[in-house]
T-cell receptor, first 115, second 111 residues
Framework: NAGVTQTPKFQVLKTGQSMTLQCAQD?????MYWYRQDPGMGLRLIYY???????DKGEVPNGYNVSRLNKREFSLRLESAAPSQTSVYFC??????????????FGDGTRLSIL | QKEVEQNSGPLSVPEGAIASLNCTYS??????FFWYRQYSGKSPELIMS????GDKEDGRFTAQLNKASQYVSLLIRDSQPSDSATYLC???????????FGRGTSLIVHP
């Protein structure tokens, strides 16, 4: 049981390049999330997908796009990378229904540097 | 604006002592509460979930929830150097898909 799998684990880009971060979960969770974590800033939500077929903006969506490909997969795309997007990116998933929240499970993260 | 507040620390305790980590939240409608541990350079991992008032124990860890006072705490008994990490508190409200995370408390357990 792999849980939440993120690829790649490390990436270095030049300003203006594009790339897609991949995330897949095998826990049959309905909700998936993308966060970035910077020193002293805690986890900040970029985008989330409450269920297959839906996506919504989080706290810091500018410069990013997402695709919920199916129930298992949720990708994050940087169309034109900027140095301010240098960060550690975490994908997470959970089961949320009605009033009930199960805890989030996190992937190992992607360490992204934009030069 | 939902807020979750944690003392950033560092909280320093000697090995074998009890470490007490606290978290307050602003949304009275919050129903689900989680503690995560994050080692430096690693991803957050779930330690405890708590949904009702009172204490919940799991090994050396005890989560305490007081909804009237809007705080949740995590006690770590017999602290070990391996417990040194940042502890994140997260709070979720029914009807919202987005939990709110605190910025975390850094715990240092020294031998």
């Amino acid at each position: 049981n792999a849980g939440v799998t993120q690829t790649p684990k490390f990436q270095v880009l030049k300003t203006g390049q594009s790339m897609t971060l991949q995330c897949a979960q095998d826990m049959n969770h309905n909700s998936m999330y993308w966060y970035r974590q910077d020193p002293g800033m805690g986890l900040r939500l970029i985008y989330y997908s409450a269920s297959e077929g839906t996506t919504d903006k989080g706290e810091v969506p500018n410069g990013y796009n997402v695709s919920r490909l199916n129930k298992r997969e949720f990708s994050l795309r940087l169309e034109s990378a900027a140095p301010s997007q240098t960060s550690v990116y975490f994908c997470a998933s959970s089961f949320v229904r009605g009033q009930g929240h199960q805890p989030q499970h996190f992937g190992d993260g992607t360490r992204l540097s934009i030069l | 604006q939902k807020e979750v507040e944690q003392n950033s620390g560092p909280l320093s305790v000697p090995e074998g002592a009890i470490a007490s980590l606290n978290c307050t939240y602003s949304d009275r409608g919050s129903q689900s509460f989680f503690w995560y541990r994050q080692y430096s350079g690693k991803s957050p991992e779930l330690i405890m979930s708590i949904y009702s008032n009172g204490d919940k124990e799991d090994g050396r860890f005890t989560a305490q929830l007081n909804k009237a006072s809007q705080y949740v705490s995590l006690l770590i008994r017999d602290s070990q150097p391996s417990d040194s990490a940042t502890y994140l508190c997260a709070v979720a409200t029914g009807g919202s898909y987005i939990p709110t995370f605190g910025r975390g408390t850094s715990l240092i357990v020294h031998p």
